[in-house]
């Protein structure tokens, strides 16, 4: 039979191997000096990737695939145990705490920020009804704000002026309504009027009007129709008076139904209401809704001239002015002579 061809095998496309005896020299590597690939791995290339065979991601972990965090065969994670559910509070416990916030919210509103006052009485007809509820400012006379005239302001009593009135009369439920400022309060000695004049300056009333501030007529059209703007008796109608410093001329506008600053000059302070007994301005009407409305300062008192600081402005400017050049013209006269 026919020899075997040495060096036939399957699954080897390479050069043919062959026994080497020893002492044989190895064989020449191929032309370039690269070795080719081998079939098998060399030793200390094991799992090396095939050339063209894509690597690990940069920052991938080390190490098999059993010990890197995911792999197959590796400890799944355990999942975070879910957080235990906080109980509610029943809503009828945490009542009692929402009922005490907010009574000492309306508390804190009331003393210094806003306050409701009903009117008892007709004296400020027809601008404020008798059951009327005002809103009243109390923050600014915190920051040293002081009445103006035209505004419509709540006072405390400045002594005796609410003398022979009815006291009324409030239940329980009225008593702490009151107290907390979610009703006017019964016990508190309160009247509002109409700032007519401020420190300095001079109100005046003869015959039946019209009503002069620092000599201006005042056009009053809130007045109560029918009234006329001052009243012709001898019991305080007619008058002339200055209003002292720090305190406030206060007058209804129901002129012949209302026992004002007119009708006290017999008393201490002329009549005069302290600024510190102001309570603050009522500015707007919150009930019945049927008159809901604000209570604005009338045009009447911002006509040239009322104000005593705005009249004697020009004439200080003017001396303030002129001050200067005649001390200047002195010195020049005293350097020529």
Request: glycine content about 12%; aromatic content about 6%; charged content about 20%.
């Amino acid at each position: 039979m026919g020899d075997v061809a040495v060096g036939a095998r399957s699954g080897h496309d390479g050069p043919e191997e062959r026994p080497r005896h020893s002492g044989e020299p190895a064989p020449a590597p191929p032309a370039g000096g690269v070795n080719a690939a081998p079939d098998t791995p060399a030793p200390g290339d094991a799992g090396a990737p095939e050339p063209g065979t894509p690597g690990p991601p940069p920052g991938a972990a080390p190490g098999t695939p059993e010990q890197q965090p995911g792999a197959a065969g590796a400890e799944p994670p355990k999942p975070p145990e879910p957080a235990k559910a906080k109980k509610h509070k029943s809503f009828w416990k945490e009542l009692p705490l929402l009922i005490g916030i907010a009574l000492v919210l309306a508390l804190i509103i009331k003393t210094f920020l806003v306050q409701a006052f009903s009117i008892p009485s007709d004296s400020m007809q027809n601008t404020l009804q008798q059951g009327d509820r005002v809103l009243v400012d109390k923050l600014t006379p915190w920051f040293g704000s002081e009445p103006e005239r035209g505004e419509v302001v709540v006072f405390k009593d400045p002594g005796h002026w609410l003398d022979g009135e009815p006291t009324p009369d409030p239940n329980a439920v009225q008593r702490v309504l009151g107290w907390i400022g979610l009703m006017p309060s019964a016990d508190e000695k309160d009247l509002i009027k109409r700032v007519i004049g401020v420190g300095g300056d001079t109100v005046e009333c003869k015959g039946t009007g019209p009503l002069k501030v620092n000599g201006k007529a005042l056009n009053e059209p809130y007045v109560y129709p029918g009234n006329t703007p001052c009243t012709d008796d001898d019991q305080g109608g007619q008058f002339k008076i200055t209003v002292p410093k720090g305190k406030i001329w206060v007058m209804g506008d129901h002129r012949q139904n209302s026992l004002d600053s007119r009708y006290h000059q017999n008393q201490a302070g002329g009549g005069a209401v302290p600024v510190g007994n102001v309570v603050g301005r009522a500015f707007v009407i919150a009930w019945p809704p049927t008159r809901w409305g604000t209570l604005p300062v009338p045009d009447t008192f911002d006509q040239p001239g009322i104000s005593q600081a705005m009249s004697a402005a020009p004439a200080a400017l003017g001396l303030a002015g002129a001050v200067p050049l005649v001390l200047w013209r002195r010195r020049r006269t005293a350097r020529t002579a």
